[in-house]
């Protein structure tokens, strides 16, 4: 416990302003004396749960990190319940973006993504997207309907418009290495089908709209994989690999400080993350051989695969788009 105590107050440390006192920041928070917080600190008195806990939860640490927790039959996990008042969304974006503003601060910083589903961050750049593929979780989450244009009405743009501008712009930071199928896309594809159906648009246009956000989001990936970057200013490299193999699920590796983080996608937006040394290196060997199947597609290389795949994709956006369009 000794050991687990001493990383946890020099990761802390690491995350104080350099204005404070390691000291004077657990004193203040444990409620204890100066003298009960060198001791702690020192390790000469052991944490109790609570106090471990209040840490924990004040700093956004793992428990089964600084305890050495590394079994190969379990692993903790840190789920984030988001509701569906608005305030909840609002402290989840939050929550991501001082994650991702930590991680793209850190030297070796990178992100996987096996993308069984179009990954969250690329629909930042188009909202009505993003809207609705909240809208989709809203809708799954409450037992009742309401429209995706009322739904919309509330997604006041002066307050979620900078959340996601903050947020795009950590991510922009952050090299990223994805790992797509040609089935990526049809998860969106078939939720626009079934609410188009089932009238959640008040009308036609609505669908059209989206679909042809959709279009443009696929444009802006396929010219990030032409560059090889992210950024027109070309500082942070973005490499996409077409897999024959179906990944099956969504999950993002990140490293950071020569650290893994594995979060796996739970429901539209939630999700479930953990610092698991054991799960974290097979997930990482995993990925690594997901790469091995795949074509990079992105960069200076496979110039002709790169068109053929995104025309494909696109290709089934437009055919959705006939197929909605009245007789």
């Known amino acids: 416990m000794r050991r687990a105590q001493e990383r946890l107050f020099d990761t802390i440390r690491s995350r104080i302003p350099e204005q404070y006192r390691l000291v004077d920041v657990i004193e203040e928070l444990l409620e204890v004396g100066t003298d009960s917080a060198y001791r702690r ?61 930590a991680l793209a601060a850190a030297e070796d910083r990178v992100l996987y993504f096996t993308a069984q589903d179009i990954p969250f961050y690329h629909f930042l750049y188009h909202e009505e997207l993003l809207f609705f593929w ?41 090299p990223s290495k994805e790992i797509w199928t040609g089935q990526t896309a049809n998860t969106m594809l078939r939720l626009l089908e079934f609410y188009m159906e089932t009238g959640a648009f008040d009308s036609r246009e609505i669908a059209f709209l989206l679909l042809r956000r959709l279009l443009e989001l696929l444009d802006r990936v396929s010219r990030s994989a032409e560059t090889g970057y992210k950024d027109a200013g070309r500082r942070t490299p973005f490499s996409l690999y077409n897999c024959s193999v179906d990944p099956g699920s969504n999950i993002v590796l990140a490293r950071r400080g020569g650290k893994w983080i594995c979060t796996v996608k739970l429901y539209a937006v939630n999700n479930l993350t953990t610092h698991n040394v054991s799960l974290c290196d097979e997930t990482r060997k995993w990925v690594n051989n997901l790469v091995l199947k795949s074509t990079l597609i992105s960069g200076g290389t496979s110039e002709r695969e790169r068109f053929r795949f995104f025309q494909a994709l696109k290709d089934k956006v437009e055919a959705l788009i006939r197929k909605l369009e009245p007789k």
């Open 41 to 101: 600190i020192r390790g000469d008195k052991e944490l109790s749960f609570s106090e471990l806990r209040k840490l924990c939860h004040t700093f956004h640490l793992s428990m089964d990190e600084l305890l050495g927790y590394d079994s190969e039959q379990g692993a903790l996990f840190r789920y984030t319940p988001l509701r569906i008042e608005p305030q909840d969304y609002i402290r989840h974006i939050e929550r991501l973006s001082k994650a991702l503003g």
């Open 134 to 174: 909240l809208y989709v979780w809203y809708d799954s989450a409450t037992p009742g309907r309401i429209s995706f244009r009322e739904f919309h009405s509330r997604m006041d743009p002066d307050i979620y418009s900078p959340l996601h501008e903050q947020l795009r712009r950590e991510y922009l930071q952050i």
